[in-house]
């Protein structure tokens, strides 16, 4: 059976639960095992709630406030159980398990069974977690490998799998099982599995440049239940033939996408399309590096130029001059109206880089040129 101290504390959206619901299981050594009588504290925002488990170890909470912040806890015998920070559904509901240590087995040092043919699943507390940024979506697994035997095993053919295409800044993130390692975009985890649950965590990032985002992943082993929890920005929406269910909620200020999905085979393609993402036009980009190149072409044609023509060239220098304070005062407002609050971060950056861009090729044009400042005496005597 899967170790449920693995899987304590970690909140699971369930849809057969009346909305805004939260349950607690409270257990020792096996999700069997529930603890009758235990005192619940659920903290709602500020406010805490107080509940005892029923004779199952159970004890639901109702009507809380979505979207916001909850955690649980409980103490067993001495021993501090608390759960993640988790926001309260809107819709739906939150099932949550506190798993006690059973300090009753004993065998601690017999000698480990040697590892034998078997297979291994991915838990229903595997999460898929995609976080878009500036240009980017960051996709995270967290992924609840199962052993269900007594003893360790090996699959029949090693967990490896490759990470989207794509993929830049594949890693393995702490916390995750050292059997877990990352080279290139390709993940492997060693084997033997122990007995219960190997829990791996890895992450990349996957560059986009356009609204719509097409995941394609596949595992070595199989699903029966998997999640997928993504930040919402701004319209942003969340496909797949593969989810059941999903559903906005509210967390800290922020929105995200709580989905559930069903069995997957191992091998399997699992798809993931993220639509109405937000993504920069190439076309101010390119514009901006258009007007470069005509810069540098200028400045290359003013260098080949009659060096006695003092009249035309000025009359270029001056072209440049009035070239350059416009983007001078371009970056003045920019930079004012990223104090005042008014810029976008991300097109601030990206404005910035273009302006930047553009004063150099001018400066280095207006370098070449011999010709004196049209704004000086000299430069525009007849």
């Known amino acids: 059976m899967p170790d ?10 369930v849809g057969d639960l009346p909305d805004g619901s939260i349950t607690v299981l409270v257990v020792r050594g096996s999700v069997t095992n529930g603890l009758p009588g235990q005192t619940v504290e659920l903290r ?14 159970r004890v639901q909470f109702d009507k809380l406030p979505a979207g916001e912040t909850l955690k649980a806890s409980a103490t067993v015998d001495g021993e501090h159980l608390e759960s993640q920070e988790f926001p309260a559904p809107a819709k739906g509901g939150i099932r949550l398990l506190l798993a006690a240590t059973d300090n009753s087995k004993a065998g601690a040092g017999a000698p480990a069974a040697p ?4 297979q291994v699943t991915l838990g229903g507390q595997s999460r898929i977690i995609l976080e878009p940024g500036d240009e980017t979506v960051a996709v995270y697994y967290l992924l609840e490998i199962v052993n269900s035997s007594s003893g ?10 490759d990470m989207p295409d794509g993929a830049v800044r594949t890693g393995v993130l702490p916390g995750s099982s050292p059997l877990a390692s990352a080279k290139g975009s390709r993940i492997t985890v060693q084997g033997p599995f122990p007995p219960g649950n190997t829990l ?20 070595p082993a199989a699903f ?17 033939p593969q989810l059941a269910s999903q559903q ?18 191992a091998d399997q393609v699992l798809s993931l399309t993220l639509s109405d993402l937000p993504h920069h036009s190439p076309v101010p980009r390119l514009t901006s590096l258009g007007l470069a190149l005509a810069i540098v072409v200028i400045g290359a044609w003013l260098a080949t130029r009659n060096p006695g023509d ?21 970056l003045v407002r920019l930079e004012q109206d990223r104090l005042s609050g008014r810029a976008d971060e991300r097109r601030y950056a990206t404005r910035r880089e273009e302006l930047v861009a553009s004063l150099e090729l001018v400066y280095g044009a207006l370098d070449d040129e011999v010709a004196p400042d049209p704004s000086s005496s000299a430069g525009v005597a007849a």
């Open 152 to 161: 360790p095993v090996n699959p029949p053919k090693p967990f490896v799998f």
């Open 44 to 57: 709602v925002g500020s406010k805490v709630q107080t509940a005892k488990t029923d004779d199952a170890g």
């Open 248 to 265: 906005d909620m509210t967390a800290q200020g922020e929105v995200y996408i709580a989905a559930v999905g069903g069995g997957v085979a």
């Open 4 to 13: 449920p101290k693995q899987m304590s504390g970690i909140p699971r959206p």
């Open 310 to 330: 003092d009249r035309a060239r000025a009359a270029d220098r001056k072209r440049l001059v009035a070239r350059r304070d416009k983007l001078l005062n371009d």
């Open 200 to 219: 791996v965590q890895v992450g990349c990032e996957l560059p986009t440049d356009s609204a719509t985002l097409e995941i394609a992943q596949r595992f």
């Open 115 to 118: 590892a034998v043919t078997g």
């Open 224 to 240: 029966g239940q998997f999640s997928v929890i993504a930040k919402k920005v701004g319209t942003m929406k969340l496909a797949s």
